[in-house]
C-alpha cells in the first residue's frame, strides 16, 4: 500500500566502538577528541564526546551523490563533481541567469530543475545574487550520553623503512619544508560508547519552490528524488563516513530508537534520546508515542510511529517504508 509521507524524523541511539569521527584537529602530534556541554532531563551540566551534524549531512549527501549519479538525476555542473560549491560554481548557469536578467523565483524554479543535490541538501546562492535554498535534510549534534561514552588515547608509529644516516639527514632536511619523510610518532584518539542521534527530512519540499509556493519538478522526478533520499538515508546509518575510517572504521553495534512519520502539513515528531537519562533507554520513545496520539486525536492516523532495537530492525523498517513511500503534495496552484 503506498504511504505518503511528508515529513520524517529519527531519533536514535547508537553503540559505537572505538571510533574517531569527530577529530578537532591537533596539537603537536597530538589530536584531539570533540567535546561539548549539554544538560540534561534533571538540569546537570555534562560535558560530553560529540560529532557534528555536519559530518551527518556529508556522509547523507555523499550516498546521495551516488544515487544521484547512478539513477541519472540531474546535477548542476559543480555537484557532477561533487564540489561543495553547488550551484554557486556552475560558471555557466551563473552567466546565464545573470544575462537574462532572470528573477529570484524563476532562478530556483530553474535551479530544482537544474540539480537534485541543491534541491534536497540546500545552498546559499552568493554569486550574483543572494538567494538561500533551505535544506530538505537536518541533523543535529551527535551527543554521548553523560557517563556512558570514554575516550582514550593511542600511540602510532609511521615507521621509515631505511634508516641509514645520510637518509636521516636527507629526511631532517625535508621535515624542514613540511614533507614528514622520516620516522615518526603520534597519539590518536577513539572514543567508545553510546550516542544519542536526531535528523528530520522535509520530504514535501523536495522540488518546492519557497518563492512561488508550488513545486518546480513534476511528480516522477519528486517520486525519485524522494525515494533515493531515503535510500541514502538508510545507507548513512550502515555505512558510516567520517574521520580516519581507514584504519578505525567505526564498530556499530546497536541501533535503537523510534521513526515517525507525518502525512499532512504536521511535522514528523522528534524527542530527544538524551530524554530519561542514560539509565532509561524508553522514556523518548514513550513521549513520542504519546505525541503522536496526541497529534492524531480521535480522527486518522496522520501521524505514524515505529519503534525499533537493532540495526536489522531499523534497516528493515526503512526498507518497507522507501518501498511505499509516494511523496506528499501540498495544496498549490500547481
Ligand atoms: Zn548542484
Not at 17 to 44: A, K, W
Not at 258 to 264: A, K, R
Request: hydrophobic share 35%; glycine share 6%; with cysteine.
Amino acid at each position: 500500500m503506498q504511504k505518503h509521507v511528508a515529513s520524517l524524523s529519527l531519533a536514535l541511539r547508537a553503540t559505537l566502538d572505538m571510533h574517531s569521527l569527530n577529530n578537532e584537529g591537533g596539537e603537536g602530534n597530538q589530536i584531539q577528541t570533540r567535546m561539548v556541554d549539554i544538560v540534561d532531563h534533571l538540569g546537570q551540566l555534562h560535558n560530553v564526546n560529540a560529532i557534528s551534524g555536519d559530518m551527518l549531512k556529508h556522509v547523507l549527501m555523499e550516498h546521495f551523490y551516488r544515487q544521484a549519479r547512478e539513477h541519472h538525476l540531474p546535477l548542476c555542473q559543480s555537484c557532477q563533481s561533487f564540489n561543495t560549491n553547488r550551484i554557486n560554481a556552475d560558471r555557466d548557469f551563473i552567466k546565464r541567469t545573470e544575462a537574462e536578467k532572470v528573477s529570484d523565483a524563476d532562478f530556483l524554479d530553474q535551479m530544482l530543475q537544474t540539480c537534485a543535490i541543491d534541491d534536497v541538501a540546500g545552498v546559499l546562492v552568493t554569486e550574483k545574487r543572494s538567494l538561500p535554498r533551505k535544506s530538505i535534510s537536518e541533523f543535529g549534534w551527535v551527543l554521548g550520553l553523560p557517563d556512558r561514552v570514554s575516550t582514550g588515547s593511542y600511540f602510532h608509529a609511521k615507521y621509515a623503512s631505511e634508516r641509514s644516516s645520510e637518509k636521516r639527514a636527507e629526511d631532517a632536511e625535508g621535515q624542514k619544508t613540511g614533507a614528514n619523510l622520516g620516522q615518526s610518532i603520534f597519539h590518536r584518539p577513539a572514543s567508545s560508547g553510546i550516542y544519542a542521534m536526531v535528523c528530520h527530512l522535509e520530504l514535501a519540499r523536495i522540488g518546492y519552490n519557497d518563492i512561488k509556493q508550488t513545486y518546480a519538478i513534476d511528480e516522477t522526478q519528486r517520486q525519485l528524488r524522494t525515494t533515493l533520499l531515503l535510500e541514502s538515508l538508510l545507507h548513512t546509518f550502515i555505512e558510516l563516513n567520517g574521520a580516519m575510517r581507514s584504519t578505525q572504521l567505526p564498530h556499530l553495534v546497536t541501533l535503537e530508537g523510534v521513526l515517525t512519520t507525518s502525512s499532512g502539513t504536521l511535522p514528523a515528531p522528534l524527542i530527544s534520546p538524551l530524554v530519561g537519562g542514560s539509565e532509561d533507554n524508553n522514556s523518548y520513545r514513550e513521549q513520542t508515542k504519546q505525541v503522536v496520539q496526541a497529534l492524531n486525536g480521535t480522527s486518522g492516523e496522520s501521524v505514524q510511529q515505529e519503534t525499533f532495537n537493532a540495526v536489522g530492525e531499523f534497516a528493515s523498517k526503512m526498507r518497507e517504508l522507501i518501498d511505499a513511500t509516494a511523496p506528499t503534495a501540498w495544496a498549490t496552484g500547481r
